[in-house]
């Protein structure tokens, strides 16, 4: 299933990492990409919070302060807002505020204190009466919840606990995995005996701050205890206790008229909603004891009471980035269980998320090292888009289904495996490369074997030549041989095409050529038309080479000419203005056989030269894309010196070339033949 590529068993280790991380990371929040994305589910899908809100906070704000005094405030004064609230018809009351020592304001507390510098002022001040006393009386008299704060450790501050038990069951719950506190801080025993009930408040967020879930059951000491939110709503319905008990992965907590789901350790996922500015749900204590708010705004609901005045530390972070009082957290508790929107994460999504992330992966080695980057990209991302798609429609229905995890994992494999595709794609090119710069070195060199010398010579005749390829090898071909002690067969031909396969072709063909002429007593036509046929001969690739041959007879100046598709050659006569021969042709060669050929002759003078190139010379193109032509050839070569070379010759024709087109790319092969009759 891997063979082939290397790069698919380097994926597959890839795999085998993220796996491992996943594995070891285990099913929490530990992973940052995993609280980014629940954190952006929350962003992408606030919880949508009614305009009637069961629940309300009741907060000592800096308003109230001002109005009431610095805080903390005498107990009668905590009193006579509880009094207020009970008047009011509220159905709970949940405190979030430790009376961890009896008030130092209370006019006993400063009687025992001035008595010992005047007895008398000290027993006046005493009839004034105890404001802890106060405090209890008028939270026996109203439904209200006391917190106690989970500390790690004994302290003094623990010495209230008077072993009352909150009101919490547990049935078949594993305690160990529930969050633990060794002690807690307690309100004074008072004020515990007075209480309805007792709630835990200790929470916090992760180590970026964030609060995403808070442990709905605690264990204080070796005693099960409710978060406020939940202990404070158990009130207001009027059950007698709440019951705890494993419910497939996680745990059910009944209120007996509500119910509510955690995780297996007891926490409880805050689906949130956003806090508006000036709230209506954040009513200033210092209104409510004014009389400013009164039964129509609080009758029916369930008051938390917090401070949130100047220097209160208990602020939190949410997953929608705003930061709120501690006391939220307990009142969007609340409101969840009373709409009955819950959070759930139980451990088959965990799996589920790390079977996701095994199967894409699998698919992505199998995929990645076939199909090209582009498309495997499309499919990576099809796929994770889906996934996120599946997460979103998730978080809505109530299910926390990370899709962070497979997501960054087969992409980290995927891009792994692109990232070594794409190595091994350039490993394979510049192979592909080696082994085209062998076979045009091949291809070269079987060109330059196959060509005759450029240069050819004896008393009565001087031949020069000169083939320049457009790309390493081309198709143009040169040819000369003697075919008798007076008949000097030569010949310049084009292939179609460029290349290594216009050079085999250009090979073959001028081989058959040579052949022909050597081997056949024919006259110039009768060769044409015989390398015709011999090159349209297993021709499947239908390539064709125009070419122009001829027979110069040393002995007489005759000189027969015939071609193939071809240019005529210019003959430069001395006296006279260079001249193109007369244009006749046949077809090119290679696309017909058994096509005939005509004939063309004329007489050479001594000094005469002939002059054959191919149409790289004619259509050579300047950067205006503007031909060379026929024309200027002939105008530079009336120009040119008589008493040059062929070879010398030659040299001007390309130097003349080459400022015509100034610098612009070579786009075909030149070719140049000066065949000069001696004098």
């Not at 891997?2 to 530990?30: E, H, K, Y």
């Not at 003349?656 to 786009?667: C, I, K, P």
Request: glycine fraction near 10%; proline fraction near 6%; aromatic fraction near 6%.
């Amino acid at each position: 299933m891997l063979a082939g590529r290397p790069s698919r068993w380097i994926g597959l280790g890839l795999l085998l990492i993220c796996l491992a991380v996943q594995a070891g990371l285990g099913d929490g929040l530990a992973p940052p990409w995993r609280r980014l994305w629940f954190d952006s589910l929350q962003q992408m899908a606030p919880r949508e919070r009614a305009e009637d809100p069961p629940a309300v906070i009741i907060a000592i704000d800096e308003g109230s302060i001002r109005a009431f005094g610095q805080w903390p405030w005498p107990r009668d004064n905590i009193a006579y807002l509880i009094s207020k609230l009970r008047e009011a018809g509220v159905r709970a009351i949940g405190v979030d505020i430790l009376f961890s020592e009896p008030d130092r304001m209370s006019p006993l507390a400063l009687s025992q204190w001035l008595g010992e510098v005047d007895p008398t002022l000290g027993a006046q001040i005493a009839e004034l009466g105890d404001t802890d006393t106060v405090l209890a009386e008028t939270i026996r008299s109203a439904h209200v919840i006391l917190p106690i704060a989970g500390i790690t450790k004994d302290v003094p501050a623990s010495r209230n606990n008077l072993g009352l038990a909150p009101a919490v069951v547990m049935e078949g719950v594993d305690a160990a995995k529930l969050s633990a506190f060794a002690d807690g801080l307690r309100a004074t025993p008072r004020l515990q005996q007075a209480a309805e009930g007792q709630a835990a408040i200790a929470f916090d967020g992760l180590p970026d701050g964030v609060v995403r879930r808070v442990p709905a059951i605690q264990v204080i000491g070796d005693q099960p205890a409710a978060i406020l939110g939940a202990e404070t709503l158990r009130v207001a319905e009027g059950a007698f206790f709440t019951s705890v008990t494993p419910k497939g992965s996680g745990l059910n907590v009944d209120l007996e008229t509500q119910s509510f789901p955690t995780e297996e350790d007891g926490s409880f996922w805050l689906h949130f909603g956003w806090v508006e500015e000036n709230d209506p749900r954040y009513i200033p204590a210092g209104k409510v004891m004014a009389g400013d708010v009164g039964a129509e705004a609080l009758r029916g609901k369930i008051a938390l009471l917090a401070v949130t005045g100047f220097g209160t530390v208990d602020s939190q972070t949410t997953p929608l980035a705003q930061e709120v009082w501690g006391i939220e957290a307990h009142l969007q508790m609340i409101e969840q269980i009373v709409d009955q929107r819950f959070l759930r994460r139980p451990f088959g999504m965990f799996l589920a998320e790390t079977a996701l992330l095994g199967l894409m992966g699998i698919v992505l080695v199998q995929l990645i090292p076939r199909a090209p980057p582009v498309v495997s990209l499309a499919i990576g991302a099809t796929g994770a888009i889906a996934l996120l798609g599946i997460s979103f429609v998730a978080f809505q229905a109530g299910w926390l289904f990370d899709a962070s995890a497979p997501v960054l994992g087969s992409g980290l494999t995927g891009a792994g495996l692109i990232a070594l595709g794409l190595v091994e794609r350039d490993q394979e090119r510049k192979s592909e490369m080696r082994a085209r710069e062998l076979m045009l070195e091949a291809a070269t060199a079987m060109q330059r074997s196959v060509l005759p010398a450029q240069v050819f010579e004896e008393p009565r005749v001087r031949l020069a030549a000169h083939l320049t390829p457009s790309f390493e090898v081309g198709g143009d071909l040169y040819d000369h041989a003697m075919l008798d002690e007076n008949r000097l067969f030569f010949l310049v031909g084009d292939v179609s095409g460029k290349g290594i396969a216009a050079c085999q072709f250009m090979g073959i063909s001028k081989r058959l050529w040579r052949i022909t002429a050597e081997k056949l007593e024919q006259d110039i036509g009768g060769i044409q038309t015989t390398a015709n046929t011999q090159i349209a001969q297993d021709n499947s690739e239908m390539m064709f080479v125009t070419g122009i041959a001829a027979i110069l007879d040393l002995a007489t100046g005759t000189l027969s000419y015939s071609s193939a598709g071809h240019d005529q050659p210019i003959l430069l006569s001395q006296g006279q203005a260079p001249r193109q021969l007369d244009e006749f042709t046949g077809p090119a060669a290679g696309i017909m056989a058994g096509m005939d050929y005509p004939v063309g002759e004329t007489r050479m003078q001594p000094g005469d030269r002939l002059v054959m190139f191919s149409d790289g010379i004619s259509e050579a193109l300047d950067a205006k894309r503007e031909a060379y032509g026929i024309d200027r050839l002939i105008a530079f070569l009336e120009s040119a010196p008589p008493d040059t070379s062929p070879a010398e010759l030659i040299d001007l024709i390309l130097a003349d070339v080459s400022g015509f087109v100034a610098g612009a790319e070579q786009s075909d092969d030149l070719t140049l033949m000066v065949v000069e009759l001696s004098t």
